[in-house]
């Protein structure tokens, strides 16, 4: 199968862009209006994002092994001893 050169693809998209423009105004003036704010409505529109999600900001995490918590300390009641 032949290569296409890039000029021929680029060729044909204008030669559809110009069918659809002659097309387009071959329809009522009300008619062209909602096709243009559909168009725009469309080009407008954000691309969705593809691929893993950005990075959470705010506090980075802590690395490694946590940190054994610490037990109350037990405080020493003095016992009254008899005299």
Do not use: F, H, Y
């Not at 021929?8 to 209006?33: G, T």
């Not at 995490?61 to 005299?83: D, I, L, N, S, Y």
Request: net charge positive.
């Amino acid at each position: 199968m032949p290569r296409r050169k890039t000029s021929n693809l680029i060729s044909n998209v204008l030669a559809s862009a110009e069918r659809l423009k002659k097309d387009i105004s071959s329809v009522p003036i009300e008619i062209q209006d909602k096709l243009q704010e559909l168009a725009m409505a469309i080009v407008s529109k954000p691309a969705k994002r593809r691929g893993r999600p950005q990075k959470k900001r705010g506090r980075p995490r802590k690395r490694g092994r946590p940190r054994k918590r610490e037990r109350p300390r037990k405080t020493r009641t003095e016992t009254a001893t008899p005299m």
